[in-house]
C-alpha cells in the first residue's frame, strides 16, 4: 500500500512492517493484518441521541441509511436544482430523523455557503442539531476530528459520555487503487483514539482505478479497506471498525461511477459476505 501520512507509516513500521519511506509504500506481513482482524470486534453499537433509536450492527441485522453526498439538490418549495447549503445539511436531518425505515443518518449533502475549510464542523452543527439518531460523516481532517468528537462529546456531557454512547461515527474513503492518503490515514486514527466508529469505505471504479472484472476489484477493494483496518488496530487494539464498500464499475460512456447498475449489486452482495467471513459489519452502498 502507498500510506501518504509519517505518522501512519511509523505505525506500521513499528508492527515489523517493512516501509520504503522515499515511496511512501509500506508493506504488511499477514500475520499482522489478520491479528487485526481478530480484534477488531463484530459487534458494534451505534448510539442515537435519543437512546431509542441506538443499532447494533453484527451478524444478521440488516439496518439502512440516506445516500451521500448529494452535489446538487432540488428545493422542495421552489422545484431549482441547486448547489446545496448548510440549511439543505439541516432539513435532510429532519427527514431523516422522521423516516422510521431509515435507521441512521449520513451526511447527505454538503454545505457550499461556508468556509469550506471549516465546513465539516458548519455541518456537524446542522445534522447533530436537527436528529435524534446516529450519525455518519466524513471528518476532514485530524484537526477536525478532533473538533468533531469535541462536539459531539458536549452534546452527552463530555468526551467521557461520548466513549460510552458514541452519537457520531466517521467515513473516510481509501484512494483506488491501494493508497491511504493523508487525510485517510488521520481519520482512521482519529477514530481510533477517539473511541468512536471509523467506516473504512473503498470506492474503487472497475475499469477506471481497479481491475475491469468485479472479482480483480474485490481483491484491490479489500486489500484496501483491510490496510485501513490494521492502521486502525495498531493505533488501538479493539477500535470498532466498519468494512464499507460504494464499489462498482465503471461508466464507460461517461467515466463515472454506476451506483444502480447490476455490477454494485454484485459487487455490494460480495463484499457483505468477505465482511462475515472476517466476523465484520459491513456497509454497501446502493440506489
Not at 430523523?97 to 449520513?106: G, I
Not at 471504479?205 to 490494521?230: C, D, K, Q, R
Amino acid at each position: 500500500m502507498f500510506v501518504e501520512d509519517e505518522e501512519a507509516r511509523d505505525v506500521f513500521a513499528g508492527a515489523g512492517a517493512t516501509v520504503d519511506a522515499e515511496k511512501g509504500v509500506v508493506r504488511i506481513p499477514p500475520h499482522v493484518v489478520e491479528q487485526a482482524i481478530r480484534t477488531a470486534p463484530s459487534k458494534v453499537v451505534l448510539a442515537g441521541r435519543n437512546p431509542k433509536n441506538d443499532i447494533v450492527l453484527e451478524a444478521g441485522r440488516v439496518g439502512f441509511t440516506n445516500f451521500g453526498e448529494g452535489v446538487q439538490i432540488v428545493d422542495p418549495y421552489t422545484g431549482e436544482l441547486k448547489v446545496p447549503t448548510k440549511q439543505d445539511v439541516a432539513d435532510t436531518a429532519k427527514v431523516v430523523d422522521y423516516l422510521p425505515n431509515v435507521d441512521v443518518y449520513e451526511r447527505a449533502v454538503a454545505a457550499h455557503d461556508v468556509s469550506q475549510a471549516s465546513a465539516p464542523l458548519h455541518q456537524a452543527e446542522a445534522w447533530m442539531t436537527n436528529t435524534s439518531k446516529h450519525g455518519f460523516m466524513g471528518s476532514g481532517n485530524a484537526y477536525l476530528s478532533g473538533r468533531l468528537l469535541d462536539m459531539a462529546g458536549a452534546i452527552l456531557g463530555g468526551r467521557d459520555k461520548l466513549r460510552a454512547r458514541p452519537i457520531i461515527s466517521f467515513i473516510t474513503c481509501p484512494v483506488s487503487p491501494l493508497k491511504l492518503v493523508r487525510d485517510t490515514c488521520e481519520i482512521i486514527m482519529a477514530a481510533a483514539r477517539g473511541h468512536v466508529a471509523v467506516n473504512i469505505l473503498s470506492m474503487a471504479m472497475g475499469g477506471g482505478s481497479s481491475p475491469v472484472t468485479l472479482a480483480g476489484t474485490l481483491v484491490t477493494h479489500n486489500a484496501e479497506v483491510l490496510a485501513g483496518l490494521t492502521l486502525s488496530q495498531l493505533t488501538r487494539r479493539g477500535a470498532a471498525v466498519i468494512y464499507g464498500s460504494s464499489t462498482t464499475a465503471m461508466d464507460l460512456r461517461l467515466a463515472s461511477a454506476s451506483v444502480g447498475s447490476p455490477e454494485c449489486a454484485l459487487i455490494s452482495a460480495a463484499v457483505a459476505q468477505i465482511a462475515r467471513f472476517y466476523l465484520l459489519p459491513s456497509w454497501v452502498a446502493g440506489a
